[in-house]
């Protein structure tokens, strides 16, 4: 008697589905061929057929502890904030804050573009405060998102609240203060993830994001890291908070010389800058000197950082995005490898003048981890049962986008491949400001954007 992503994984087949079940008892090169009852199997099928499941070793995990109720309120047209000043709104809306849940509701977005079945094939690990905030926020991921609760952890203190005003040129982020989290709740989560794990081995890819609410430690995501990532599972980190230690634990899970997975981490030019001990305007546009120097300065910082990760996703803005390749050894500063992403221009799609950029970073997250997923299990022609998050329209296109870059650039497939994936998650975070709601694309913008880009300059 066997679970059935359990039978799968014995059997060597990585689906949990029919499907999965049926080849990998009929694997022509099986050694042992496996003999079961004839009626039991039929049985078999015809329950995975009426309910699916998904294995943590093909979800995508993305923690993100410090959830949030987020409140927009939109001012009248053409009038901006304020300070001092009595303001009535023009409208106001409720719905999901938080980054890592606002990574969910970006890949919500792409699961939504061909009505897929959406399983357990993203799960947030999350604190939700009880009370209407905590009820709210779960409801609108579970019921409107589709987005599974198994990594849900409804904590004693109430959920916090963000606000933002949104004005004619710019919007103001108002963020309260979060409850407190604690032992007994941050050992329910580590329990939760650890049976997942016992169930369905290492995730698929693992998402962290942003902050922490008060009580976690700052090794509270290396601890979660180590439980969930196996020598082939995909990290993107978009945090600072507790880098130190989860470098160093990322360093140990990929030690294997066969290992398949990888790290990167994404952050914008200001912050890397910052990192590396130096100033830069978020206003003015990197240059090559800046993000080498930066680049140098975070290796010599953070000492684990070449072995844990693959690559810097940087982004700068409206102005192009870098992808740097992490050196394995000790380097000089000219033997950082860049690859520059062209900027993306959505002037001409403005709806009224209003652009709203609250969460778009973290959909530049959920896009670039989701293509990395695709790209990194890329289905072969005629295969139709991709288990991730990319439907199989935008996968077609990412296939095709990297096979023309890479057969215009200079530089491995490996960097082109996750080229391709920031690229396309440039491309999710640009269409995303065009909707109010934070986090939320129409993925037929993004697939534009994406398709309309000019091939990358390898520097």
Request: proline share 4%.
């Amino acid at each position: 008697s066997l679970q059935p992503h359990l039978l799968c994984n014995h059997l060597g087949s990585g689906h949990c589905r029919a499907d999965g079940i049926r080849s990998a008892l009929h694997r022509k090169d099986r050694k042992k061929p496996v003999k079961m009852n004839y009626l039991w199997h039929l049985l078999l099928l015809s329950t995975m057929s009426a309910t699916t499941t998904h294995a943590l070793s093909t979800s995508i995990v993305v923690v993100g502890l410090n959830a949030a109720l987020q409140k927009r309120f939109i001012l009248p047209p053409n009038t901006n904030l304020e300070p001092g000043n009595v303001h009535r709104a023009h409208n106001s809306e409720t719905g999901v804050g938080g980054k890592g849940q606002d990574v969910g509701v970006a890949m919500s977005c792409l699961m939504s573009k061909e009505k897929q079945p959406r399983d357990d094939k993203v799960l947030l690990a999350q604190f939700l405060g009880m009370g209407p905030e905590g009820d709210a926020v779960s409801g609108a991921l579970r019921l409107r998102r589709g987005l599974s609760d198994k990594l849900t952890i409804r904590n004693a203190a109430p959920l916090r609240t963000c606000t933002t005003i949104v004005g004619k040129d710019c919007a103001t982020e108002l963020v309260e203060t979060s409850g407190e989290v604690t032992e007994e709740e941050l050992k329910q989560l580590g329990q939760k993830v650890e049976s997942l794990v016992n169930d369905g081995g290492h995730a698929s890819g693992l998402c962290i994001m942003g902050s922490m609410p008060p009580g976690c430690g700052d090794n509270t995501y290396a601890q979660l890291s180590e439980k969930m990532v196996g020598k082939d599972t995909l990290v993107l980190i978009d945090s600072v908070i507790g880098l130190d230690a989860l470098l160093k634990t990322l360093k140990t899970c990929f030690e294997s010389d066969d290992r398949e997975g990888g790290a990167v981490l994404k952050l914008n030019a200001a912050e890397l800058c910052k990192l590396a001990g130096a100033d830069k305007s978020e206003a003015e546009k990197v240059t090559i000197e800046e993000l080498t120097a930066a680049t140098s300065g975070f290796l010599k910082k953070y000492d684990c950082a070449s072995s844990a990760l693959d690559y810097l996703c940087v982004t700068d803005g409206k102005f192009p995005g870098y992808l740097v390749e992490v050196p394995k050894e000790s380097t000089t500063e000219n033997k950082i490898n860049f690859i520059q992403l062209p900027a993306i221009d959505i002037s001409k799609q403005v709806k009224g003048g209003m652009l709203y950029p609250i969460g778009a970073g973290d959909t530049v997250a959920a896009g670039t981890l989701a293509a990395w997923q695709y790209l990194h299990h890329e289905p072969k022609a005629g295969d139709d049962n991709f288990f991730g998050v990319v439907p199989k329209q935008v996968g077609s296109i990412l296939s095709s986008v990297k096979s023309n870059w890479l057969s215009d650039a200079s530089s491995d497939e490996k960097s082109i491949k996750m080229a391709t994936s920031f690229a396309f998650g440039l491309s999710c975070g640009s269409a995303s400001c065009l909707q109010q709601e934070n986090s939320v694309f129409d993925v037929d913008d993004a697939v534009r954007y994406f398709s309309e880009m000019d091939s990358p300059i390898i520097q």
